[in-house]
């Protein structure tokens, strides 16, 4: 597991693109682990995982948006009406982003119960646990 301490005074565009390098490296991985036929008795538990990743992503899209029109205010380039459009768009973009990973979070949420039905069987035999 990727886990970079918190900042400590450490340069914060170094560190969101170190974190946003561990998520593509850990969906990578997850989506290579999903490719073993014996995966299938994880599902609820990873889909799970995703729920909340899915949720941790949409808050820190609306954190990137919110730093991101700041620093454009700050730095001034909200003067004129093109730089006020572009920021807008921006926003915008980054609004439907942060919308979409929260419908993808309600999908998984809503996917998680029907996976652990089919590991249930119509006998209710086989158990969600995951083993070794």
Do not use: F, Q, W
């Not at 820190?60 to 919110?66: D, F, G, M, Q, V």
């Not at 004129?80 to 979070?105: C, I, K, Q, S, T």
């Amino acid at each position: 597991m990727h886990r970079l301490r918190a900042s400590g005074g450490r340069d914060a565009v170094n560190e969101i693109y170190d974190h946003g390098c561990a998520l593509v490296e850990s969906a990578a991985d997850l989506r290579r682990a999903a490719g073993d036929p014996r995966a299938g008795r994880a599902a609820p538990a990873v889909i799970g995982c995703m729920t909340a990743a899915l949720g941790d992503l949409a808050a820190a899209t609306a954190e990137i948006e919110r730093a991101l029109t700041e620093m454009a205010h700050a730095a001034g380039a909200t003067d004129g009406a093109r730089a006020r459009r572009r920021l807008a768009r921006a926003e915008l973009g980054l609004a439907h982003l942060r919308d979409a990973l929260a419908e993808a979070a309600d999908a998984a949420a809503a996917a998680r119960p029907l996976a652990a039905r089919v590991l249930d069987g119509p006998r209710g035999g086989a158990s969600g646990k995951v083993d070794g």
